[in-house]
């Protein structure tokens, strides 16, 4: 009888995601949590890890919903498929009240309503060629890096952790975290402000340095605004398009996670300029939008009606009365933060304009310790900042989104220490 190899049979797995490092930052996170939870069933966790909030959904959205599901119980509110990029009057009041009243020249169609700026800042390198030099900060929001890895747009990983064929732009305390703009020619750059992990904010003249680079190198900016409802200050660009040739060279990612709380329910939008061009192998000149709306169209069946409408009460006047409240409710946390790990004796960054607090880790110590030594000692639940990349050893994130009661516990417990 002739011997079958078995291994004839097996599925060939994607292989760049063997490149991929131990894991995810924030499942490894949960896995080290759950295991200390299991041997310490006794105590009490504050959560100030991952970026999730706690409050519940403003009254507008909940009330726009409630009567969304209502209309759906009719024959004449029905609504089945929606459209890929989301229904117009959604976008329209986007375009409205996010753009236009800032002097931001963006057209409903210039908006794509999505799930997530997560999936969309993944999503989009759908459209873009694998030959492109890439650039991220570093420490970066981890999903930026693991989405090229699996895409197969890096080499293998160093030692350090980055990855072969990513060009990293360190960011810490030397240079107020914001990254020196590369010597040398990138093609996609990606950009987060208000930063996430570090809480750091940019100028409009230090945008606009990015802006010319990108125009001048023919660059593609990668804008993530999630956080832009935190910034407090009204000097600070809320969106890339504030700044003049933007719309030629940027696609800027918002969400409604945050500021609405969203995060349970799921709604986010993608700008993608009709002035933005690409350009094919054979070297043939391509629209983005064009690119972006087929592949939204084939791969994404859109955002519930439900959810597009309570989307919708953000914008109504009970509904920006509640989000200015959640936001200025997180950012009272972050200043309790704040105040407090400086009264403590830390160094402390952002908090200011962001949700995020960015610490120093005592000396010898590595974010990795620190993270533990906080669980068991404290038993806080914060993020390692070297799980956002090389450079973010030695730091630190506390998220603001909790309830009040936790942030001020979770504070008289490391003053304590």
Known sequence: M????????????NSNYLKLKAGYLFPEIARRVKAFSLSHSDKDLIRLGIGDVTEPLPLACRQAMKQAIDELGTEAGFHGYGPEQGYLWLREIIAKSDYQIRGCDVSADEIFVSDGSKCDSSNILDILGTGNRIAVTDPVYPVYVDSNVMAGRTGNAFDTGRYEGLTYLPIDASNNFKAQIPEQSI????????????GAVVSKEELARWVAYAR???????FDAAYEA??????????IYEIEGARHCAIEFRSFSKNAGFTGTRCAFTVVPKELKGQSITGEIVDLWSLWNRRQ????????????????????SNGQTEVKSLVS??????KIIRNDLLQAGYSVYGGEHAPYVWIKVPEKMSSWDFFDFLLEKANIVGTPGSGFGASGEGYFRLSAFNNRLNVEKAMQRIGDL
């Open 187 to 198: 093609d996609l750059i990606y950009l987060c402000f208000p930063n996430n992990p570090t």
């Open 230 to 239: 935190f910034i407090q200050d009204k000097d600070l660009p809320h969106s």
């Open 329 to 334: 409710f997180y950012m009272e946390n972050a």
């Open 2 to 13: 002739r011997c079958v190899d078995a291994s004839a049979f097996v599925v060939q797995v």
């Open 216 to 222: 001048e190198h023919d660059s593609l900016i990668l």
């Open 297 to 316: 169209s084939t791969k994404f069946n859109g955002v519930s009606y439900i959810v597009q409408r309570g989307a919708e009460a953000v914008y109504s």
